[in-house]
């Protein structure tokens, strides 16, 4: 019965997963910034948890290549532990008043905050504390075998930190996205191969209404207000118009694409595959934090990828990973 409930899942899966065929998915710098904190945080919940339930082993020191000093559970959790002035309100000679008084704040897997790797088998592991969150800076927590980390974590997640620290880098939660959002380094191949008319591009995904090179240098022209002083001497006369200028790809702020699933009746399985691809840009532009990153205009990927490098790619491939994995587990809609 098992194994017919267990074929029954497979056969469903795909149903499930891809039950909005091609919907696209957005990506801009802050979207970038939560998928991957996710694999951070799954991370630094790996750690918490296994160093304070002695299934992971820390140590203070890295002394003639060993590592030396053992950190127990029990001083695991103490770490960095600090308390906080408060006022709390008490009741005394029946009235309430408020006190001062020192709250305990004691370590969260929050806490974990970067990896460094000493040589092939050992690496260490940082810690900050929320009143530190400002400096950008953490505390050594401890130094530990790359064995123990590897098995610690999934097979993405060691790729992920071994990739991130070679040649001694610091890992850190703080400062990884502002490098990582480097790879988004193909902007002007999201501009100029389609104003050139090198590939054809599209209103939507699905590929109905094709645009022409020259209606996208028309359509994505920037509007800027100026005002136009007539006579220096009489300022009442000034007056503002919009001078339009020529669109400039340092403005595109993101990417989107869309899967599309393919039969394959020889073979009998299905496959996802990357369809469709889009630049986006903040139509608003209010600009902020959290701009808005609406899609352009789409492309064909079989027509746009090869126009690319390998590590554009790999990096692409990555974001699809971890957005349809965040989709899986949390049913997001971006």
């Not at 790879?183 to 699905?206: A, C, I, M, R």
């Not at 990357?274 to 492309?299: E, H, I, K």
Request: charged residues 25%; hydrophobic residues 40%; aromatic residues 14%.
């Amino acid at each position: 019965m098992q194994k017919i409930v267990k074929i029954l899942f497979i056969l469903l899966l795909p149903t499930l997963v891809f039950a909005q065929e091609n919907a696209p998915i957005i990506i801009n710098k802050r979207i970038a910034g939560r998928l991957y904190m996710n694999v951070m945080n799954d991370m630094a919940r790996r750690v918490f948890d296994n160093g304070r339930n002695r299934h992971f082993q820390l140590y203070k020191d890295f002394k003639n290549e060993k590592l030396e000093k053992a950190i127990s559970a029990e001083d695991f959790i103490k770490v960095g532990s600090y308390k906080v002035k408060t006022q709390v309100e008490v009741q005394k000679d029946d009235k309430y008043v408020m006190i001062d008084t020192a709250m305990p704040v004691v370590m969260e897997w929050s806490w974990i905050w970067g990896y460094q790797k000493i040589n092939l088998e050992t690496y260490c592991i940082y810690y900050q504390k929320p009143k530190d969150d400002s400096t950008g800076k953490g505390e050594l927590l401890g130094f530990c075998k790359a064995v123990d980390l590897k098995n610690l974590f999934g097979e993405y997640q060691w790729e992920f930190l071994t990739k991130n620290t070679a040649n001694g880098k610091l890992l850190d939660r703080q400062s990884f996205m502002n490098q990582k959002w480097k790879s988004f380094n193909f902007k002007s191949e999201l501009w100029n191969l389609p104003s050139l008319g090198k590939v054809q591009t599209y209103s939507l995904h699905d590929y109905k209404s094709k645009y022409a090179g020259k209606e996208l240098d028309e359509k994505f022209k920037q509007g800027r207000t100026v005002t136009v002083i007539q006579d220096t001497a009489h300022r009442e006369y000034d007056y503002q118009t919009v001078v339009y200028d020529p669109f400039s790809y340092d403005s595109i702020n993101g990417f989107g694409f869309s899967l599309r699933m393919v039969n394959d009746p020889i073979n009998k399985f299905q496959k996802v595959t990357l369809d469709a691809f889009c630049p986006t840009f903040d139509a608003s532009q209010m600009g902020g934090t959290y701009v808005m990153s609406d899609p352009m205009y789409w492309m064909k990927w079989s027509a746009f990828g090869n126009n690319l490098n390998a590590e554009n790619i790999s990096f692409i491939n990555e974001i699809i990973y971890l957005a349809v994995s965040e989709r899986l587990n949390s049913e997001c809609n971006f």
